[in-house]
C-alpha cells in the first residue's frame, strides 16, 4: 500500500493564481482531512471529509475549497493565492473519526510571492 | 486559554538521559489523546496513544491526568534518533476531530 500520496511536493505561485493540491489514498477509509503547518506551529484544520459527496469546513477553511467524488481523492483548491497561504499542507486518512490514528502524506511545500 | 497546549521546547538532553514533556487541554469532555512524532520535513506519526490507565511502549510511557486535564510523554534512555518535534492531539467531545499541540521539540546530543 502506498498509504496517502500527495502532488505536488514542492510550489511556488503568484499571487493571485491558483491550483490544486492532490492528495490521495488507498486504505480505504472513509475519513480524510486537510491541515496546514505553519514554522512552529501545530496542524490547523481546513477542511474535512467523512465520506464520498460530504466535506465540511475546518479551523482555517477562507481561500480554499474542497470537493469528495471518491473515496480515494480528497483535492484542495487554492482560488486566488495570498502570501498568508504560504504553509505546509498535510493531508490525511483515518479509518474511524473518534479515537483512531490518522495517517499522513508527505506533504506540499507552498510558497506565495 | 489555548484548547491544547505544549511547551514548545527545545528540550536539550544527553543521550541516556529520561526526558518528560507535557500538553494541557482546555476542554474537560475530551475524549482520546495521542501523541505524534514529526520528524524535520517530514509528516506527523502516530507514536502512540493515550489510555486513560496510562500505556508503555519500550522506553516510551503516556499517561493521562483528567484532573489536572493534561497528558505526558516520557522517553527513559533517549537515543540521538529520537530527536524530533513531539505534537500531541487530543479530540474533543463535539467533532471528534483531534486538535494538534504546536508540538514540542527534543534534540538528543552525544
Known amino acids: 500500500n502506498a498509504g496517502v500520496t500527495q502532488t505536488p511536493k514542492f510550489r511556488i505561485l503568484k499571487i493571485g493564481q491558483s491550483m490544486t493540491l492532490q492528495c490521495a489514498q488507498d486504505?480505504?477509509?472513509?475519513?480524510m482531512y486537510w491541515y496546514r503547518q505553519d514554522p512552529g506551529m501545530g496542524l490547523k484544520l481546513i477542511y474535512y471529509?467523512?465520506?464520498?459527496?460530504?466535506?465540511d469546513k475546518g479551523e482555517v477553511p477562507n481561500g480554499y475549497n474542497v470537493s469528495r467524488s471518491t473515496t480515494e481523492d480528497f483535492p484542495l483548491r487554492l482560488e486566488l493565492a495570498a502570501p498568508s497561504q504560504t504553509s505546509v499542507y498535510f493531508c490525511?486518512?483515518?479509518?474511524?473519526?473518534?479515537?483512531?490514528?490518522?495517517?499522513f502524506g508527505p506533504g506540499t511545500r507552498l510558497t506565495v510571492l | 486559554r489555548k484548547e491544547v497546549e505544549q511547551d514548545p521546547g527545545p528540550f536539550n538532553v544527553p543521550e541516556g538521559a529520561t526526558v518528560a514533556f507535557n500538553c494541557t487541554y482546555s476542554?474537560?469532555?475530551?475524549?482520546?489523546f495521542f501523541w505524534y512524532r514529526q520528524d524535520c520535513r517530514k509528516e506527523p506519526k502516530l507514536l502512540m496513544s493515550?489510555?486513560?490507565s496510562g500505556n508503555e511502549d519500550g522506553r516510551f510511557t503516556a499517561q493521562l491526568n483528567r484532573a489536572s486535564q493534561y497528558i505526558s510523554l516520557l522517553i527513559r534512555d533517549s537515543k540521538l534518533s529520537d530527536s524530533a518535534t513531539y505534537l500531541c492531539?487530543?479530540?474533543?467531545?463535539?467533532?471528534?476531530?483531534?486538535?494538534f499541540g504546536r508540538g514540542t521539540s527534543l534534540i538528543v546530543h552525544p
Open positions: 471529509s467523512v465520506g464520498a459527496g460530504i466535506t
Open positions: 492531539a487530543v479530540e474533543s467531545g463535539g467533532s471528534y476531530i483531534p486538535t
Open positions: 493515550v489510555y486513560s
Open positions: 486504505m480505504n477509509h472513509n475519513y
Open positions: 476542554n474537560s469532555a475530551s475524549q482520546s
Open positions: 490525511a486518512s483515518s479509518a474511524r473519526l473518534a479515537g483512531d490514528e490518522q495517517f
